[in-house]
């Protein structure tokens, strides 16, 4: 008897830990255990949460993810941008803000405030400096993400975009069970097969979470030759329309190859707020894909 009370604890034991790092938790009975073991949702207040995904690195997910924070600011959005991509944080870089340091008031963390309407949080704000990497496992990226989100002076936000990892990993688990009003992932690729089949994975991660894809953006979508102006295929075109309509998700817009687009990330100025940029053809698909994810997430 007492060996099988050892016996069913420690497989109550193991059904918790397995419960806190499986995809389907938050829709499987069975995890209904490893459910009560988790913290609740953070009380921040905020409209909407969404996370920006891809199924690789490289295809332009930080870049999406900071021009349509801005561009969804610039159109009255009071906006938050969480930077998860722990390994690879990106985003202050492209803001022009790395080396920012975090500050506290009242014991919390306060955001970088970039202008009124953003304000940004990213790790890389916590490394002594940006050369130094981050060797975490799952249990400590999770402690870190629930304080990005409760202990942290976000205000009252209508949006909070969340820059995360390529793939299915932690970050984007922990996102879906901790915050709230989750409203789903947008899905960043390029066109060409190699890209568009991990969006796919990441389309049917975001899936077994219980979410909803928002769309999928096609990024680096065809090049106008500086030289002669005319359009070359670097990476093809229409592949993340082609999975979107396969996935029966909306299709969110696609986003040119545009060198200035490569200059404004590296030299920290998003090119959706560069001076002179609003009248290139880039800034208009950029607009229109803010403006397709604004319809699809409030209706
Ligand atoms: P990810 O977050 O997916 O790893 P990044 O956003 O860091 O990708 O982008 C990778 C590189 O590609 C960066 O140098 C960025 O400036 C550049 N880039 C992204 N999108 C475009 C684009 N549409 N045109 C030109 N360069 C781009």
């Not at 040119?256 to 053809?281: H, L, N, V």
Request: net charge neutral; glycine share 10%; with cysteine.
């Amino acid at each position: 008897m007492a060996k099988n009370n050892t016996q069913s604890k420690k497989a109550e034991e193991e059904c918790k830990s397995e419960c806190s790092s499986c995809a389907t938790a938050s829709s499987c009975s069975s995890a209904k255990k490893g459910q009560a073991g988790l913290p609740p949702k953070a009380a921040i207040d905020v409209k909407h949460v969404i996370m920006v995904l891809s199924g690789k690195g490289g295809v332009g997910k930080s870049t999406v993810s900071v021009n349509l924070a801005y561009a969804l600011s610039n159109h009255g959005k009071k906006v938050g941008l969480l930077d998860l991509d722990m390994h690879g944080p990106n985003i202050p870089k492209m803001l022009g803000i790395e080396d920012h340091k975090l500050a506290m008031a009242d014991d919390r963390i306060e955001p970088v405030h970039v202008t009124g309407m953003l304000s940004v949080l990213s790790m890389a704000f916590l490394l002594p400096d940006i050369s130094t990497p981050i060797i975490w496992r799952g249990p400590m990226k999770m402690a870190a993400i629930q304080q990005f989100l409760a202990e942290v002076n976000w205000g009252s936000l209508d949006y909070l975009v969340v820059d995360l990892p390529p793939g299915t990993g932690d970050e984007a688990l922990t996102i879906a069970q901790l915050a709230p009003n989750v409203r789903g992932a947008v899905i960043v690729t390029t066109p060409q097969d190699v890209a568009t089949m991990d969006a796919r994975k990441s389309a049917k991660f975001i899936e077994k979470l219980g979410l909803p894809v928002i769309g999928v953006i096609e990024n680096m979508s065809g090049m106008l030759c500086p030289h002669c102006g005319e359009e070359i295929e670097l990476f093809g075109k229409g592949g993340g329309k082609k999975i979107a309509e396969e996935l029966k998700v909306p299709f969110l817009g696609a986003i040119p190859i545009d060198i200035e687009m490569r200059k404004a990330g590296d030299e920290g100025r998003p090119f959706i707020i560069k001076r002179g940029s609003s009248t290139s053809p880039t800034w208009t698909a950029v607009d229109k894909v803010m403006e397709s994810l604004i319809s699809v997430v409030e209706g």
